[in-house]
């Protein structure tokens, strides 16, 4: 039996008013593509995943236009020994480490 375009037809509109899936047959696809109707549905794809970068991109490059600068953020000087230990305070921290694992290992 060869396909025809109104049977294929009828078989699709038949599946999609039951909402059941369809099984296609060499034949049947040779038509669709032969009508492009393949090929329609491939740009439909493409113009689907444009959008969706689309909408990924757009949330990004809003978030990267905004203005760093506007951000008021005290300064505050910085010398060279910010946020480190003195020499004193590190030999005192590793004196009471040592001792800790002398104990320890005492036990």
Do not use: W
Request: aromatic fraction near 2%; hydrophobic fraction near 35%; include cysteine.
């Amino acid at each position: 039996m060869t396909a025809s375009l109104p049977q294929l037809a009828r078989k699709l509109s038949t599946k999609i008013e039951t909402g059941r899936g369809v099984r296609l047959s060499a034949q049947e696809l040779d038509l669709l593509v032969h009508h492009r109707a393949y090929a329609v549905l491939c740009e439909a794809a493409v113009e689907s995943q444009q959008k969706q970068c689309l909408n990924r991109s757009v949330p990004n490059q809003s978030m990267s236009e905004v203005p760093f600068a506007s951000i008021d953020v005290p300064t505050v000087p910085i010398s060279r020994s910010s946020g480190t230990t003195s020499n004193h305070d590190a030999n005192e921290a590793l004196a009471r480490a040592r001792a800790m694992t002398k104990r320890a290992s005492s036990h």
